[in-house]
Structures are given as C-alpha cells and as structure tokens.
C-alpha cells in the first residue's frame, strides 16, 4: 500500500475487535507502539486481554489467554523454526528473528500475524472485507 492509497484512521469507538485495532496499529505504528518495540504491543495486547476480562467481553483473542494455549504462539514456534515454546514470549522471538534477517520486527510481526490469520482455520478475527459498520459487544 502506498503513502497515497492508506485509509484515513478510525476512531477507537469504530472498531469490533483485537484485530480491528492491530490495523489502526499497522496504519500508525509509531502512535501507538514506543520505539516499535514488539514488547510495548504485547503489553498493550495483554492490556487488551485484561480489559475484555474486567468489563465481561466475550471476545475471542489469539494472543493471550490466562490458563489457556495461546494460538498465535502456538502457530509462530515452528514457523520461526523453533522445536518448542520460548517463554521469553512471541514478542521477543520476533524481535530476534528480525534482528538476525535485518527487517524491522513490527514488519515482520504483520507479515506473520497476515500468514497466520490465512493458514489457521480457527484463527479469530476473520472479518468479511469492508467491514465497516461496528457491533455492539455482547
């Protein structure tokens, strides 16, 4: 996508789930992510979590559950080529794997977060394009 072709931004109110705001984070990196560090959006995406939690929000969620696997973890480990988990978290693992190809890690976070929403049937957040209008949590 060009400089010229990015939609404009929506407002918080206009999003339906965690993947609607990882867009807003993908058009904006840099508002929303200190230093484009991976760990900052991990703590805002456990912040997420934490939040859905509180307020009661059965939402689907992919990247952290308390007492359960974590989906997009358990899809990254063997695509990074690893054999089992790191516990030092998918954030970091990222980080070192773009290191060591020399990319920017919140790239590479996208490109994956892309591939793994279109190879993992279960994958939440499997919006129908255009999908504008938001929905009320239930």
Do not use: C
């Amino acid at each position: 996508m060009t400089e010229g072709t990015k939609r404009a931004p929506r407002q918080l109110s206009e999003l339906t789930d965690v993947y609607d705001f990882l867009e807003e984070v993908r058009l904006r990196p840099g508002m929303w992510v200190r230093r484009s560090s991976l760990q900052h959006l991990d703590s805002i995406l456990t912040g997420y979590r934490a939040a859905l939690g509180v307020h009661g929000i059965a939402e689907p969620f992919d990247f952290w559950n308390p007492g359960s696997s974590n989906r997009f973890s358990e899809w990254l480990w063997p695509r990074l080529g690893m054999r089992y988990s790191s516990p030092l978290g998918w954030a970091t693992e990222i980080e070192r794997a773009a290191e060591q190809a020399g990319r920017p890690a919140m790239e590479m976070f996208f490109e994956l977060l892309d591939e793994f929403r279109a190879t993992d049937p279960n994958a939440h957040g499997q919006a129908e394009p255009d999908s504008s209008t938001p929905t009320q949590a239930k």
